[in-house]
């Protein structure tokens, strides 16, 4: 179990950690969403209509009436891809130092949120040591990100 001053302290990278595949799969959409608009710019489309899950040229079916600029909207979601990116270059930059059973321990626990028990017996490790293993790895990735 982690101690409440290293959990405190390595709150961040922790998070980001457990939105790995969050901002992996958000990233996937927002280029889909990229697409959609530049596609929508080359027709020469100035508004798009937004439900909060899609976006249409026209308001056939909607939901709601939302309305946003497609130069608007293209900025928005070029930001947003810019900010998953950074967050994404970040966790793989810190991950990269780590050992190879530091990745692990790091990737099933957070990324893959396996239990410990199962990362115990996968790794041959007893709970002490994958949890001194995982306080090093984490420390080594908060020198990193903190850099």
């Known amino acids: 179990m982690e101690s409440k001053s290293t959990s405190e ?58 309305v946003k600029k497609t130069d608007d909207m293209e900025k928005t979601v070029n930001n947003e891809i810019e900010q998953c990116r950074r967050e994404l270059f970040f966790i793989d930059a810190a991950i990269s130092v780590l050992s190879e059973v530091e990745k692990d321990i790091i990737e099933m626990k957070y990324i893959d949120k396996i239990p410990s028990k199962l990362i115990e017996d996968s790794l041959g490790y007893e709970r002490t040591q994958i949890n001194r293993k995982k306080n090093e790895a984490l420390k080594k990735m908060y020198e990193i990100v903190s850099l």
Do not use: A, P, W
Not at 36 to 49: A, S
């Open 9 to 66: 302290k390595y709150k961040s990278i922790i998070n980001s950690l457990k939105r790995y595949r969050y901002i992996k799969k958000r990233l996937e959409i927002l280029y889909k969403i990229k697409r959609d608009v530049e596609e929508y710019k080359k027709r020469d489309i100035k508004n798009i209509y937004i439900d909060g899950f899609t976006i249409r040229s026209n308001k056939c079916d909607m939901i709601s009436d939302f």
